[in-house]
């Protein structure tokens, strides 16, 4: 292994490195920054799914466009004008570029391998194996020890050197959470100092923001949408199981008490969705956003099987509303669903509207309303008395909406829900 690292060891091949720095010696300190960076951004942690060659060349392809948006002359090591046309075309697909971004996009439109290997020729400054590598195999190799000269000569060629590597260890192990903790210092820093030189180093900052961005867990938050209700379950904190077991020995399967059968449990029963039907909003998304909530809400932990859910489609005027009563009737929902309107945004209608049911007596005890949408509309001026949520799906990490402040804010990737 001529380069790389995965997170606690750097293993190098000394040879190597010490022609490098004499041909090219800032290509060195660049490939030290570039490997470095994979371990800012926690791209040596890796899910056991992935496609590890695009994930490499994903990886490579984002710490570049980083290291390039500094200018920094100690890091110009003469990379080619292919890497700037390349990055270029990146930038044009993603605007922001980052691993996971890049990744996708070669999932969703695969290059052929010529394009592979002309991006790995283009991008890779270092190794990844270490990245895929388990324990023991590490260990066998006699990566953290003080030295490699114990390995064998298979464990050389399997590194894929002809000669031993040498190995750095960290004083400390770190761990993805330790490269978290180090990440988001990193990012306190470039934006105290981006206040007073400019945005020279942007690129990473952003991606930075886009990495230690707050993760959030839909099917939790929907939850909090839950209303008390009475359920067919079993109330285990009045129920006494000493007396039961005891019935169950001395009669013979006879309990002297039968457990209670209902239980007030928090499900979701009384529920607006509103969906914003308005030209700016994907109708793919809609539908994702609609079965993921779906999905969480038939659950039957979460969902009463007599139930209360409006579906309101709108743009600036009410398109569609629908009122939903059992499960069977939200599968022919789902199945048949087709979205009306596609012009501007107003949020105010559908306040208008739920307001109006409150006033007929159609809900008992609603718990809330969530609003998908992309953020640009008008909002009522006063806060509604149930908890109103607006969930944003966005491609570009860095668009931050605005709501109401007695609003709740949710803002999701696309792989999110």
Known sequence: MKFGSD????????????????????????????????????????????????????????????????????????????LMRELWHFESELNIITAEKVYKLFRDDPPDEQQLSELEDIFSLDDHRLWYMPPNEKEQLGIGGNNNENSSDDDEQMLGDKQGSSTSEAPALCSEADWAVISRRIQVDMETVSKTQGDKADSMLQSLKALNREKYDYTSFLKKFAVMGEAMQVNDDEFDYIYYTYG??????????????????????????????????????????????????????????????????????????????????????????????????????????????????????????????????????????????????????????????????????????
């Open 248 to 417: 169950l020995k001395l009669y013979n399967n006879m309990p002297l008490i039968e457990p209670l059968e209902y239980k007030d449990v928090k499900r979701i029963r009384e529920f607006v969705i509103a969906i914003d039907t308005s030209g700016s909003v994907s109708g793919d998304l809609v539908q994702t956003f609609l079965n993921k909530t779906y999905n969480i809400m038939k659950q039957t932990e979460s969902f009463f099987r007599k139930i209360n859910v409006h579906i309101i489609q709108c743009d600036t005027e009410i398109q569609e509303h629908v009122m939903i009563t059992s499960q069977e009737e939200f599968d022919n929902y789902i199945a048949r669903m087709a979205l009306h309107g596609f012009g501007g945004t107003d949020f105010r209608p559908v306040f208008l509207l739920v307001d109006k049911l409150l006033e007929q007596k159609k809900f008992t005890n609603l718990k809330g309303l969530i609003y998908f949408t992309d953020g640009y509309g008008d909002f009522p001026e006063r806060k509604p008395p149930y908890e109103t949520a607006f969930v944003f799906v966005e491609e570009d990490e860095t668009y931050v909406p605005q709501v109401p402040p007695w609003a709740i804010k949710l803002v999701l990737m696309e792989d999110e829900i």
């Open 7 to 82: 997170g606690r060891h750097l293993v190098y091949y000394p040879n190597f490195l010490l022609k490098s720095y004499v041909d090219n010696n800032a290509l060195t300190v660049r490939r030290y920054f570039h490997t470095l960076l994979h371990c800012v951004f926690r791209h040596n942690f890796v899910r056991l799914d992935i496609d590890r060659r695009l994930w490499d060349i994903a990886c490579d392809v984002a710490v570049e466009s980083m290291i390039y948006g500094m200018s920094l002359p100690q890091l110009e090591a003469g990379r080619s004008n292919l």
